[in-house]
């Protein structure tokens, strides 16, 4: 057959391809093998959006958002694409600090509504493929909760619940027992009248810290997590939890910066009241607890997701102890890029980018799931610290990161903070212990402003006459539903984002990075799958660069373009030169690159297409060729069998066999796979798939020792639109894929780069016939094309041009 040689010279290539990478290189985890990969768990590649449930949505028009509203409006997370959502408090409390402040664990804050709200929206979020996490608030509870009050009243079954201290006497004057401050501003201890005691708080003081000294306290706080457990939930983050545990001595705090107000709680070294070890034994216990949960239940994996404002050392630790043996948790959440960035649009640059994610990877334990993060309800919003021509670019950053994608709430359609909101209007309890002066340091009200839906009434968050934090005024012109109507916005661009994860490269892909002026760029990379080529200009004017350095191979020299920034000049299915990338400022581009498999895979269905004209052939020979009407209809059902498939896997396959390598080799191989396929037609159906030059005769014998190459066709795919779109590009570029044209090194590299776009119209024809019949997303992998229509949760797998049709017939 002409495919042979056309075969032989993809093979050929494939197996001299090097890789260069220029810079440091941090894998994700080493580069897989199609045979290496694991099952990922649910919650390895998520997309984790958190919810602030006072600004998200109110249903009962009291300016207050709650759990109603929160159902309300899952089906915007549907389609956005969100795995899985984390919910800050929503328990009973006073909410001194908003819900941090907890009177009861097992009950929910009448603001936000009642435990048959809860259930419905778990029941909901459940039947809309949305998982659902809880925040845990182990540290300290309300001054208001039945302990505290049994405790400071003197109950001896409550007396140790929480850390009690007599008072420290100088000159006959009581003072608090040591130097230790609250992260709120002002000391971290509070004298109790009825007690006659200081209490410990580290946060406010309606928030006394709870005793973990005391393992009824540990019983306590494990059994609130079976409690949420049993109603259905899939995890919890843990809030605070490097203040679990003080240094029982209560020493002083060493002085950390002398610039600082001395009653600002970073003046002091916090040595003796955070980052203790008995913190993360805690961590290891409850996340063995969970385990132990899950296997019990036969559930899927319950999450254990942690908070710590902490050195990445330290941070790191929460993973799994150091001396390997026990697990902590899944994830210890990723404050790098907001730590460890500079706050400003014009001070921001890519080495610092590229040495905060490469510190965070070299640090990670191995085997563990990295997460990213660039806001939540404690820190600026992305567009305010970067700047709005920065959102998409972060977005793009954060969404192509190997792990775990962390968005909260409003950072979809880049919401800013609203630094309009005035002294008697403030309500955090962090910025109010403080003063009119200085309260905007200390203030993060404006990030906690409401979500903004659309340009009605409060952003379309409240019909109430005020609301609890007041709207942006911003709104009329950022607001999702104006975002959703937009050609471009940079809502649609999230959509985007969250619907590529899927892609081979994101899932499995290594990390491969370098900073070029102003240019951060990076690759992820699984061996034998297309590449994605992620390339962000941070700064605000034109640079060019030569990306093809971090490529897994090299041989390459385009890329298409997948996804680009909302005001970029660049759309999709452009092809750009990889050695020569120029990006105007803040423009950013996601570039997809070809693979040996891919043009592997082109290939094949270059041969089933040849093998379907055999076949009609051969049934046109059987009636004349009666004297081989036998041998005749035996290749005829095994050629038709053939030509049905089309998804192949690359198999390096060591054999010994003598006589001709190839009938007796595909026979063997045939034999090993169990492919059901008649031995007289064995070496017809396989000898154009084997590489001969693998093969190699020992002196003094005719047996050959080696690997042999193969594809192995695997089951029925859709290919019958793409092999039309193959055929025609063949036909237009008057290819020759006959042995002599592809002899010499040169002209197979010429081949090879036809190839790639051989594969580029394949993902385009697919992606456009979905755009034409309205479906929600449309993706290629592993040789499959997925379906999954607008507003439903069924994801089809498309066999043939037909179910084309019936898709876009609405069957």
């Not at 990295?370 to 600026?380: C, I, K, Q």
């Not at 004349?624 to 498939?645: F, G, H, N, P």
């Not at 197979?748 to 780069?753: D, F, K, P, W």
Request: contains cysteine; proline residues 4%.
């Amino acid at each position: 057959m002409k495919v042979f040689g056309y075969f032989l010279a993809s093979l050929a290539i494939a197996l001299t391809v090097e890789s260069h990478v220029v810079g440091n290189q941090k894998d994700a985890g080493k580069p897989h093998t199609r045979h290496e990969h694991p099952n990922l768990d649910w919650w390895e590649t998520a997309v984790l959006y958190q919810i602030y449930p006072r600004s998200f949505m109110d249903s009962n028009a009291d300016g207050i958002g709650d759990l109603k509203g929160i159902t309300e409006k899952l089906p915007h997370l549907q389609d956005a694409g969100i795995h899985a959502t984390w919910l800050s408090p929503i328990f009973s409390s006073p909410m001194k600090d908003f819900g941090y402040d907890i009177s009861d664990f097992t009950n929910i804050n009448s603001d936000y509504g009642n435990m048959e709200d809860f259930e419905q929206l778990l029941h909901e979020a459940r039947r809309m493929n949305i998982r659902l996490i809880l925040d845990f608030v182990p540290n300290h509870s309300s001054d208001q909760h039945e302990w505290f009050i049994k405790s400071e009243s003197g109950d001896p079954d409550y007396l140790d619940y929480y850390v009690w201290r007599d008072a420290k006497m100088i000159d006959g004057v009581m003072h608090p027992p040591n130097n230790w401050l609250s992260v709120f501003h002002g000391p971290a201890w509070t004298w109790s009248e009825n007690r006659q005691k200081y209490y410990l708080h580290q946060f406010a003081k309606e928030q006394p810290d709870l005793n973990f000294e005391n393992p009824k306290v540990v019983e306590e706080m494990t059994n609130v997590l079976k409690f949420w457990l049993d109603k259905g939930v899939d995890g919890f983050r843990v809030d605070a939890i490097n203040h679990l545990f003080e240094d029982q001595s209560f020493t002083d705090n060493p002085p950390n910066r002398d610039e600082y107000d001395p009653m600002d709680y970073n003046h002091f070294d916090t040595i003796y009241s955070k980052d203790l070890q008995k913190s993360y034994q805690q961590v290891y216990d409850w996340r063995k607890y969970l385990d132990n949960y899950a296997e019990e239940h036969g559930t899927d994996t319950k999450v254990l997701l942690t908070e710590a404002y902490t050195n990445i050392t330290n941070t790191m630790k929460w993973y799994v102890s150091e001396d390997g043996t026990q697990k902590g948790a899944h994830f210890s959440f990723n404050f790098q890029l907001i730590m460890g960035l500079k706050t400003l649009p014009e001070q921001l640059n890519a080495a610092d980018v590229k040495a905060t994610i490469d510190e965070w990877l070299e640090n990670m334990p191995e085997g563990f799931t990295a997460n990213w993060v660039l806001g939540n309800h404690d820190r600026p919003r992305v567009a305010s610290r970067f700047g709005p021509d920065l959102v998409d670019n972060m977005n793009i950053l954060v969404q192509t990161l190997p792990g775990v994608a962390v968005t909260y709430y409003g950072e979809e359609i880049g919401m800013e903070d609203y630094r309009g909101i005035s002294w008697e209007d403030t309500q955090d309890p962090q910025a109010c212990g403080s003063n009119e002066s200085v309260y905007q340091e200390y203030t993060r009200d404006p990030v906690r402003t409401p979500m903004q839906w659309d340009s009605s009434q409060n952003a379309g968050f409240s019909l109430s006459p005020t609301t609890w934090l007041p709207v942006h005024p911003d709104y009329a012109q950022n607001n999702l539903a104006q975002q959703k109507a937009a050609e471009r916005s940079t809502y649609k661009l999230y959509k985007e984002l969250v619907n590529l994860r899927v892609d081979h490269a994101l899932e499995y892909g290594d990390f491969r990075s370098v900073a070029l002026g102003s240019v951060f760029a990076y690759s992820r990379n699984v061996e034998g799958h297309e590449s994605l080529v992620v390339v962000l200009n941070l700064g605000n004017s034109e640079s060019t660069v030569d990306v093809s350095p971090i490529l897994l191979e090299s041989s390459y020299s385009e890329g298409t373009v997948e996804i680009s920034v909302t005001k970029s000049i660049y759309k999709r299915d452009d092809v750009i030169n990889l050695s020569s990338v120029s990006l105007p400022g803040y423009d950013g581009v996601i570039l997809r690159v070809p693979s040996s498999a891919t043009t592997l895979f082109v290939s094949a269905m270059c041969l089933i297409d040849e093998l379907r004209a055999d076949t009609i052939q051969l049934k046109q020979d059987t009636v004349v060729l009666k004297t081989k009407t036998e041998y005749c209809e035996t290749r005829i059902k095994t050629q038709d069998r053939i030509a049905e498939l089309c998804s192949i896997e690359i198999l390096d396959v060591p054999v010994d066999v003598k006589g001709d390598p190839y009938s007796n080799a595909s026979h063997m191989l045939t034999t090993a796979l169990n492919i059901d396929i008649p031995e007289e037609a064995i070496a017809d159906c396989y000898v154009i798939n084997l590489s001969k030059k693998k093969l190699k005769n020992k002196p003094g014998d005719n047996t050959a020792h080696g690997n042999i190459w193969i594809v192995r066709l695997l089951c029925k795919r859709t290919r019958d639109r793409i092999l039309s779109n193959v055929r025609q590009r063949g036909k237009e570029g008057n290819w020759k894929l006959d042995c002599k044209a592809m002899e010499g090194r040169d002209c197979c590299i010429r081949v090879r780069e036809r190839l790639s776009t051989f594969t580029r119209e394949l993902h385009i024809s697919v992606r456009r016939a979905a755009a034409d019949n309205g479906w929600k997303y449309v993706w290629v992998k592993d040789g499959r094309v997925y379906v999954r229509k607008k507003d439903e949760d069924r994801v089809a797998i498309v066999a043939s041009s037909s179910d084309l049709v019936k898709l876009s017939n609405g069957q």
